[in-house]
């Protein structure tokens, strides 16, 4: 009787340490799994930025729109501007606006959880409004929000 109780309390304890010790370490890996995803993605959505802003920069508007959800919707001071609007707008602008620069982008804040990010950056804008014939130069903060479509980032929004 005294060996079964020895070796229920000696072996017991080898039992339990055993089964805790790979759930413990499917948890590390599924959390550092979920981290490296988070990286993956924060990459890819600065790549989506750093490449709307340089096709600003070029007066790319193909280029920037490639960048943009066809779900694109926000709201404006002139109502909700939708994917055509907001192309629509941008050409109009690209008609008005000459010698732009742009320099000094830095994301301030990205923020992903799941297939949804918001991202916030800020850069310097320069350029020559023909419409009011004078020069623009200003520090332009954005904030985004973006999704995943598929397995592409878009921008799905701005807000103001």
Not at 71 to 89: C, V
């Amino acid at each position: 009787m005294k060996r079964e109780i020895v070796f229920l309390v000696l072996f017991l304890p080898v039992q339990i340490c055993c089964k805790v010790t790979p759930v413990l370490a499917q948890g590390i890996e599924a959390t550092f799994a979920n981290q490296i995803q988070q990286d993956e993605n924060s990459m890819v959505i600065k790549k989506v930025i750093e490449t709307l802003i340089q096709s600003l920069a070029n007066r790319d508007l193909d280029s920037m729109m490639n960048q943009i959800s066809k779900n694109y919707s926000t709201k404006s001071g002139k109502g909700i501007i939708d994917y055509e609007r907001f192309k629509k707008d941008f050409e109009k602008w690209l008609n008005k606006t000459v010698d732009i620069s742009i320099s000094d982008l830095k994301i301030l804040e990205l923020n992903v959880s799941d297939n949804k990010a918001t991202v916030l950056i800020e850069y310097n804008f320069k350029g020559y409004d023909l419409d009011g014939l004078k020069e623009i130069n200003e520090v332009q903060k954005r904030k985004y929000v973006l999704i995943k479509e598929v397995d592409t980032w878009k921008i799905i929004s701005r807000i103001k």
